[in-house]
């Protein structure tokens, strides 16, 4: 079962020039809640409690401040600073001493998951021991993302990084699963044509040794890459319409420790104190009487 999780939040953000020229995207408003808060609540629902979080140098404060005192959310979380972007694979390089040969995951701190079997089938695919886990969501924007092509007999055919044709709309999203020896294969890839290194060449290594897992997250779901301005606001009004209509929260870490009981109602309380007289704090207040 995954203990821990590394939440990439480094980057240039370069398509949200000016703006992020001055802080790391995934801390962004996205609706009322800075963008990171997102995919650490789902991996928070999916049970973990143990994070580390990729960053841009000079934003460790930033983030610490986003999140304040994790022990009053129930959570571990550890920072590193990545100087340089090199490419998604280069996270399991870095963080080799936290994750001391233990099967990890790994999300983009700037995706959005959203439905209601989602967490039971990510939580369920966690237990895997060995081997590498994807997960694929259908698009009609394959050419931005790696699509994996599927042969007759539903078999990986072969995965392809930003096709400019494919016969498959099943792309990979940002949430991946590895097991012990992926920092060893990340140290053995070679930079790509883009001089990073590619995370569909570490895939693939997993492809050739038949250790690839697919899961795929169809109708019932939704998955988005919050990569521009416009992908924030369709995210933002997607969860304000939700928000509005159903009354409850989508990614309230306090709520999910709460209802994990990892935190009791005292720690709501210092969080109500930390956010002060938000709206946020109105719903941490119901929560709690």
């Not at 143990?50 to 304040?68: D, H, P, R, Y």
């Not at 012990?180 to 290594?205: G, Q, W």
């Not at 939704?222 to 009004?237: E, I, K, Q, T």
Request: proline share 3%; with cysteine.
């Amino acid at each position: 079962m995954i203990k821990k999780v590394i939440i990439l939040c480094g980057g240039t953000g370069s398509r949200m020039f000016p703006v992020t020229k001055a802080v790391n995207k995934q801390l962004l408003p996205v609706y009322d809640k800075p963008m990171f808060y997102y995919p650490l609540s789902l991996m928070m629902l999916c049970g973990v409690k143990e994070f580390v979080f990729i960053i841009n140098k000079n934003q460790e404060i930033n983030f610490k401040n986003a999140l304040g005192n994790t022990k009053d959310l129930g959570i571990k979380v550890d920072f590193i600073i990545q100087e340089k972007p090199k490419g998604l694979p280069e996270a399991f390089i870095i963080t080799e001493e936290l994750i001391k040969s233990k099967s990890i995951a790994m999300i983009l701190g700037d995706n959005f998951f959203f439905g209601n079997m989602l967490t039971p089938i990510i939580k369920n695919s966690f237990k895997i021991k060995r081997g590498c886990n994807i997960y694929l969501y259908p698009s009609n924007n394959t050419s931005a993302y790696g699509v994996v092509e599927f042969d007759k007999k539903n078999k990986v055919k072969r995965i392809v990084e930003k096709p400019k044709k494919s016969k498959s709309n099943l792309i990979i999203t940002g949430l991946y699963l590895f097991d012990e020896k992926v920092s060893d294969y990340a140290k053995k890839l070679k930079p790509s044509k883009r001089k990073e290194l590619e995370i569909v060449d570490l895939i693939n290594i997993y492809k050739r040794k038949n250790m690839l897992n697919i899961i795929k997250l169809g109708r019932g779901s939704a998955w988005m890459d919050v990569g521009n301005f416009s992908d924030l606001h369709s995210v933002s009004n997607f969860i304000e319409n939700i928000e509005h209509r159903q009354s409850y929260k989508i990614g309230c870490i306090e709520e999910i420790a709460l209802n994990n009981g990892w935190i009791n109602k005292r720690k709501i309380k210092n969080r109500i104190k930390f956010n002060k007289n938000a709206n946020y704090s109105n719903y941490l207040k119901s929560l709690i009487r």
